[in-house]
């Protein structure tokens, strides 16, 4: 801002911004001196070297989001958007008036549809927040006799609120995503800690550092805790200040959990997901080191780590989208894994930017919030019906310690019908987020998750409605005309209640409130929003799994085997003793039927490990062993250039 007051900047009316800006020349460019094997046969742990023309930038971890089209900005360049017709409405209220609760089930899907989504997003997805000079969180809502943080953006909330007002409370804390460098004077820019690739750096993590802390180095397998009936769960978390361990149970010995992401113990059901892929990878090693005993523990890391990664992507792209978006709609943009035509070209295209969309990151998949239920289903077996509350999973991991905790979440997931995608929601997502009691130490009355999400789109500069139903060329909503093509009456009652003008609209309420699409859960501008970026992540990286060229590619006999995979089958492969589960685990209804099935019965359960066996392809393998010691040891010698970037100290807000 100061550059700008300098330069004689001044805001153009409209939506505008100041644009690029002059590029920010660094006094000694070695420091961006990056050392890339491209004929490596395995992913480097940020992301980088993916890319040959853009080896830092093109879906690496640190770096700024995509942005599908130009930020808006109050100021064109920071100040968090703003009406160009009067005043946006309190993003509270907006929660208030438009997303109230509501109770409406879809009971063709199941709750394993947003938990792998919430796994798969943290895998692609992880936005930093601003933290003080020390490196502590800021509190945003002080008295009026402190002076307030620069980088706060609390949410209002008025004196007539029916939830906050017996609690006497005139603002929600919130603190602004940290900007990300961007090399250029130009608009505020948002850093995304992961990689944009489904390279599962969810469970192994996106640093070199947290991947060696992660790992046992001993044939290939990551480090587990061995329980005293012989369970093995997630290593213990060693942070006492995590703001997931509670005295109440480390004293009885249950504590909280490391992975390879910090947002891992958020909610009981993601951290159940987590420690079924790290029993995964260990299932993995482990065969394949039955297969080649002479391998030694970093091939065999590395090779579990690549077909877990693969597997990940497969369950993306072969079940989790084309609920999303429809198996037509997906076929149609080219999303469907290609396991009925072999022949078909290769996926790579150097000139696509994998890299995540802000508007994705802060609105558009963040959608998955309106599929959470209040109550879940915890009946077991023919027990009488059993729920419980979502805020009471909430950084509540403990009851994984339990004999069978693990098949008991995955079955909670599994059985719970979601609600209907739309613009209704939870009042335990609308007030009770992270709800506490005396005990916890924590707020006694809950967030709004709603209320953030708004207020992180606006945070972030991202665009209204209209923009974004422009730029994916759908029919015009510049009018509350047009806007009653887009969406029901009383959806457009309500807006109109609330917004001065229809370019004022929040996209995240706006493209909550389309009607799905045919065959889809979610209506055109979601649709095209997230098509978008998952086809970009496909055709973006030089290491997706199903490649046809380069040293990265699976044999044809090893992709057959990751074919055969799905949800249902690694949850009965790593699970403690579930013996039967619903073929399309996302899904409870379907028209050629989803019974329950045998897990022995499942195709991906028997996965056949000899495609992987080094008598299939000796002299391909001999050639990875030294590619792959050649780059360890590049990789030894470069790590002081910038391999690993980090930011000190950064907070992650549920995504």
Request: charge should be neutral; include cysteine; glycine fraction near 6%.
């Amino acid at each position: 801002m100061d550059i700008a007051r300098r330069l004689n900047y001044t805001k153009q009316p409209g939506r505008s911004n100041i644009g690029w800006g002059p590029r920010i020349v660094l006094p000694d460019p070695t420091v961006l001196r990056l050392d890339c094997d491209f004929n490596a046969r395995y992913r480097r742990s940020t992301g980088v070297c993916n890319n040959k023309q853009h080896p830092r930038t093109y879906g690496a971890s640190m770096v700024p989001y995509r942005r599908m089209v130009s930020p808006d900005y109050a100021d064109g360049i920071a100040a968090p958007r703003a009406s160009h017709h009067g005043r946006l409405p309190p993003a509270r209220q907006v929660s208030l008036k438009i997303h109230r609760s509501s109770y409406e089930t879809d009971s063709n899907f199941t709750v394993m549809l947003a938990v792998f989504g919430q796994f798969m997003d943290h895998d692609i997805t992880a936005t930093s927040l601003t933290t003080s000079q020390e490196g502590e969180s800021i509190d945003c809502c002080v008295p009026a006799t402190r002076e307030q943080h620069p980088e706060c953006f609390p949410v209002e909330i008025l004196p007539d609120d029916p939830y906050y007002q017996q609690y006497n409370l005139t603002c929600m804390n919130f603190v602004r995503s940290a900007p990300a460098p961007t090399g250029r004077f130009g608009p505020r820019m948002q850093l995304n800690q992961a990689t944009a690739f489904l390279d599962a750096s969810v469970v192994y993590g996106n640093l070199e550092q947290r991947q060696n802390q992660l790992r046992s180095f001993i044939n290939g397998t990551l480090r587990m805790y061995l329980t005293d009936d012989g369970r093995e769960l997630l290593p213990i978390s060693s942070n006492p200040t995590d703001g997931c361990n509670r005295v109440q149970m480390t004293r009885q010995g249950k504590y909280c959990f490391e992975s390879g992401d910090d947002r891992a113990n958020e909610n009981l059901l993601l951290t159940s997901m987590h420690l079924l892929w790290a029993r995964h990878h260990n299932y993995l090693a482990g065969r394949l080191h039955e297969q080649n005993p002479h391998w030694e523990d970093e091939r065999l890391y590395q090779e579990a780590r690549k077909i877990l990664g693969a597997q990940m992507a497969h369950i993306t792209y072969n079940e989790f989208l084309p609920v999303l978006l429809g198996r037509n709609l997906s076929e149609a943009k080219g999303l469907l894994p290609a396991k009925h035509n072999l022949s078909a070209p290769d996926t790579y295209d150097p000139e696509v930017d994998p890299s995540i969309a802000n508007c994705f990151a802060a609105a558009a998949f963040r959608f998955a919030h309106t599929l959470l239920p209040g109550l879940f289903n915890i009946s077991r077996g023919n027990s009488s019906p059993e729920a419980v509350e979502l805020h009471k999973m909430l950084f509540n991991p403990f009851s994984l310690w339990a004999a069978h905790g693990i098949d008991h979440a995955l079955m909670t997931a599994a059985n719970t019908p979601v609600m209907q995608v739309d613009r209704f929601f939870s009042l335990e997502v609308t007030q009770k987020l992270f709800e506490g009691t005396a005990e916890d130490k924590l707020p006694l009355c809950g967030l709004d998750l709603v209320s953030l999400n708004i207020q992180r789109g606006r945070d972030h500069g991202i665009p209204s409605y209209p923009v974004f139903r422009r730029h994916c060329r759908l029919p015009a909503v510049d009018t509350w005309e047009q806007m009653a093509q887009a969406v029901d009456n009383d959806t457009l009652k309500s807006i109109r209640q609330i917004y001065d003008s229809p370019q004022d609209v929040d996209v995240y309420t706006g493209a909550l409130s389309e009607p799905p699409m045919e065959g889809a859960i979610f209506g055109p501008l979601l649709s095209c929003m997230v098509s978008d970026q998952f086809l970009r992540i496909k055709l973006g990286d030089s290491h997706w799994y199903e490649r046809k060229m380069g040293p990265q590619r699976f044999t044809k006999a090893q992709l057959a085997e990751i074919y055969k995979t799905s949800l249902a089958a690694i949850i009965c492969r790593n699970s403690d003793g579930i013996k039967q589960v619903r073929e399309h685990v996302m899904q409870r209804l379907r028209e050629e039927g989803n019974p329950h099935v045998n897990c022995q019965d499942l195709e991906g359960f028997h996965f056949n490990f000899e495609p992987w066996s080094s008598a299939q392809h000796p002299a391909e393998l001999h050639r990875t062993s030294i590619s792959r010691t050649i780059s360890s040891v590049r990789v030894m010698t470069n790590s002081t250039i910038g391999e690993s970037p980090k930011t000190a100290n950064v907070t992650l807000h549920m995504g």
